[in-house]
């Protein structure tokens, strides 16, 4: 691919370096009793075809680590820095402010820095990203080899730092030992360029210490920021410096209003190693709450260190895939890891529309508690309406529903109190809860709307929650009908007026994507409808959905072989007529066929000028294409633009393009923290290691879609209707792969095995775990195929075929399945 990326700088550690080993390694901390060592084997990353859901997997850095970022997160806090062990400026949203400790709505500290002798630990030489925490590992120092464990336990609005020290000669040693901490406490909103801005909300810190322990306040509000160690330090020091090696240059972008604090040490080291634990806790409701969750930090972190190991061991084992392409299988095992580390919790949030940050109102409402998925980090660590709506296809196939229902819960909660009974999602949500665009006034995003449906329906038919259901469907009828409702006839049909995801005023008003998605949520909308026992709403949707797809090749192109990307009903942006079709080679014209709603000729004219250098590129699927409206496209790709081409490819049976596509996406799994898919690919236009205040996000929710969901629901062809009490599983398995898999696949209450392979003329599907559901199991057969025997289970068996837009498909039906059902399709043609 193209770009600055180095690959021989990342390496996974060999399998004989476990996490076992790994938290063995921490030591004990002085006073304390060793904590019981990990005794389990872990695996390394895996290579191809090897399951990748075994437990414990590490992924390590050992170059550029001073231009690479990373983050260790929990539910309630995470810390951001460079992976040398700094904590330079990083993020743009406000400039320099956005790394550092968070325990969201808050941030508690700018940085903190250890010290060994008289030795900063700046210079890392190995950075690890390991289940739930990182490590960073420093050359030895004063005859000691240190190394940082760092992880947020979820739960908790807590931090803990582990410091290990390990005498090279293997004999007890003495060391003094420091760590700087300074904090500016702040809020996450208002940001940089809002009114209020960042600097005139925030007022100046204060800086005390007692017991061992520094507190740091924001004057006149309850924010607080504990800071203390077990062991207790020697002493303490407090007041306007304790940057540790921070370099003047750096410390004035963080401003003036900032306090910081030292604590330091005389430890006695035995011949094994020590761990000392640090803690940063904090709190936006008083001291009491941020003294309590340090406390509770420091009483055990071995032990939550270990736990939260577990934790994502166990999230890592679920939807466990076996594919023969190392890049794909690994990037599905640490996508799911991502998920994990990007669930959060907010409490006492204040909701505020804020209109595009021009205002800062009172609250509408104060919520006790709010939980979902943060978009990114280290600049969106918020929730999102369209961010989870992608996101939501992954976590489906995870089997992390729970975090989905929050998520899409969360933003139907916040909606209703902003835009009323409309059904209008908002576009994004602050940690402080101020809502900063996608009120009923403004006119862009309507595309989160739609794909709020989408999500919720993929969520329900996985999961079988009718909770879920009756809790959002009638959110989800005002919406289609508000998204109807923009519907402004005439010339150019029916088709929702307003911005998509789009958001570039070259655009006419109808925008494909936002189309492509209300005909989809239409039909999600009608079989919820039946379900509730709502006729009338089901015919309506039905009625809906049918007028849209007949009027749909209004889109087409037919001498650019594509959809437009928008439909002009007025003199807007770069449109000189009502009705006039756009093309400016935006990445949204492959809308049609990521929602599998364009017919199978246009849809493959369509995909085959997409693969051209005009919107294709070694990074992907470009945001805006060569000779589109920005005048120097086919520069950018966004993980998800590609991940939607990867999927669009799958639903039309084009599996070697869809393969190619989610390649393109796996690559990026190390560019820069390893283990973590970012926003932005590598490309001519973006350099992964530009400046840490330029740089696009670190790690992105929505960034696996195009790999975890293409696998899981393309290839693999599984479709659950858990609340009929259906799944069908239908792969199509690409000519280069022999076969692939997944095991411990969650369909509603049941774990779902399913392996698809085929060699030479036959085909061969196997479905385990399906009883109680009625099955129907089959395959995509290769274009010109005919089947020449159907055996189920080593028996003749009547099927059907049925055309689909990935190809004819032999299908079987079986009501009642056994323990294990096997299907195996001899061809001939």
Known sequence: MGGTRVLNSLTAIAAAVTVAGLLAGLGTAAGTRPAAAATRTASAVPAAGVPEGQASPVISATTKLDLRRYVAAGTGAYVVGAENGTFPPIGWHTTG???????????????????????????????????????????????????????????????????????????????SVAADAHSQIAAAYPWGFTKPTFDSFNHQNTVSASGGVIQFRQESRPWYAEVGATPAPASVQTGTGF???????????FGTKGRGGRLTWNLSIPAGGQTLWLGVAGSHTGAPPALSALKAGLANPMGLL??????????????????????????????????????????????????????????LATLPKLSGIDAAYPDYAEFFGTDGAYATY????????????????????????????????????????????????????????ARFDIAAGLVWQWSGDQAFLQQNYAFIKAGLHYLTGLEPGGKSGPWPAGAGIVENTALGNEAVDVSSETMQALGVLHEMALAMGDRSTAAWAARHQRAMLAAFHQWWISNQHLYADSLCEATEGDCTHAGQQLQQRWWTTVAPMEQGIAPAANADAALATMEGPVFTGTCGLFVDGVGGPSGTGGQTCYLVNTGAMARAEANYGRTAQAVAYMDKVASQLTGEMPGSLPELAASAQYNPFEPFTSRANVMQAWSSYGVMWTVVNDLLGVTPDVPQRTVAVVPEVPASWPSLSVSKLRVGNQDLAVTASHQAS?????????????????????????????????TKVNYKLVNTTRGTAVEVSVKAPAAQETLAVQTAG
């Open 97 to 175: 402010q956005m790394g550092g400790v968070w325990a969201p709505p808050t941030k508690l500290l700018d940085g903190l820095w250890f010290s060994v002798g008289s030795h900063w630990l700046d210079a890392a030489t190995k950075y690890t990203t390991g289940p739930g925490f990182v490590r960073l590992s420093f050359p030895v120092t004063g005859g000691l080899r240190p190394t940082l464990t760092e992880f947020a336990p979820d739960g908790q609005p807590t931090v803990l730092f582990g410091l290990t020290l390990t005498p090279v000669t293997g004999k007890a040693t003495t060391a």
């Open 243 to 253: 940057w540790g090696p921070t370099p003047a240059s750096q410390q004035t972008a």
């Open 306 to 363: 270990q736990g939260k190991v577990a934790a994502r061991d166990a999230t890592a084992a679920l939807t466990n895939v076996k594919v023969p392409d190392a890049g794909a299988q690994r990037t599905i095992l640490w996508s799911k890891l991502n998920l994990a580390d990007l669930r959060r919790t907010i409490t006492q949030a204040a909701i505020r529309d804020t209109k595009a940050g021009t205002v800062y109102p009172k609250p």
């Open 394 to 449: 992954s976590l489906a196939a995870a089997g992390q529903w729970q975090t989905a229902m929050q998520h899409l819960n969360t933003l139907r909660t916040v909606s209703q109190i902003v835009n009323g009974s409309t059904g209008k999602v908002v576009h994004e949500i602050s940690s402080t809860g101020a809502v900063y665009y996608g009120d009923n006034t403004e006119p862009g995003d309507i595309n989160e709307t």
């Open 762 to 794: 036959s085909y061969r599907t196997q479905v385990s775990g399906a009883a109680g559901l009625s099955l129907t199991i089959g395959t995509v057969l290769p274009s010109g195929a005919k089947p020449q025997s159907v055996m189920l289970n080593g």
